[in-house]
């Protein structure tokens, strides 16, 4: 047995060409590389590095090649604060080829479907992008933040749709929504110490629900008819009013008009009598055979053949030719 163990020693000696020194050169590069592996890291261009020392925050390092204690002293997390970060709700990108993208929707229709302020539903879809912009609060000051970020933002578009009619979800008001949400969204999150960015809110696609789609339509057809009535009333009335309202006030003005010229010439007739009667006043006989003449000259031009005689002449009608006409 003592054989046996010399033997055994002997087997698990060193070999003669290995010397001590050499193996505790080779323990210390062995120890030299866990440690250089242990301590140094890279950071990438899109990313920062926050340190922990025994899990307390020490410091924040910019991209690049840096050091830490090594053996587990000092950890790393790694936050892409550079990068645009995107959640997809009603919806799933599943594969993107060069040519189109592809979507997944049955599966998540219950954080799409949503009641509008009118008590009607919806099957809103829509994409949330945003970037960290406090790594440190991004991963300690709230547990799980993508998560809570996703229930922030689900609760916060059910609450601005529930205030909306559905006319204004599906139609008018899908920019306004979008904007509504982004700027709730961006107070609970810095409410909540989240570290978060919200950059924008994009409602890809608003529907009714599939099984109130044909329903939806007809009432929708409905309402496109009525307008289209409406317009076309609106049009003819356009057309019709304003041309009557056009011949009502020339009508109104032709009247104003005869009637200022009726009034001057009635107020001209009377200050040309009552001139007349001025004068006639001052020569009553002068004035009369004037006057006398001035109608005669207007009468007679408009009388046919004219015989003027002498009243006291008798016996000489016989010596005129009048050939049946009459005499005056």
Known sequence: MPENSAYQIRKFQLPPNISGTTVR???????????????AFTVDPEEVGVILRFGKYTRTVNPGLHFKLPFGIETVDKVPVERQ?????????????GIETQYLKRPYQEESLMLTGDLNAADVEWIVQYRVKDPYKYLYRVRSPDKTFRDITEAVMREII????VVEVLTFG???????????????????????RVEQVALQDVNPPDPVKPAFNEVNEAQQEREKLINQARSEYNRV????K?????????????ALERINE???DAAKFHAIFTAYMKAEEVTRQRIYLETMSKILPKVGRK???DQEISGILPLFQLNGEETK
Do not use: H, N, W
């Not at 970060?85 to 080829?97: D, I, N, P, S």
């Not at 899908?174 to 570290?195: F, M, N, P, S, W």
């Open 266 to 268: 009635a107020q001209g």
């Open 25 to 39: 050169l080779m323990v210390l590069g062995v120890a030299l590389f866990l440690f250089i592996f242990s301590s």
């Open 162 to 165: 529930g205030d909306r009619s």
């Open 174 to 196: 899908r920019q306004e929504i979008a904007d509504a949400v982004t700027v709730k969204l961006q107070d609970i999150c810095d409410q909540y110490e989240t570290g978060i």
């Open 246 to 258: 056009g011949e009502a006030a020339q009508k109104i003005e032709e009247a104003e008009g005869y």
């Open 307 to 309: 015989l003027i005689t």
């Open 241 to 244: 009013i304003p041309k009557a």
């Open 85 to 97: 970060l995107k959640q997809e709700f009603g919806f799933r990108t599943v594969t993107t080829t």
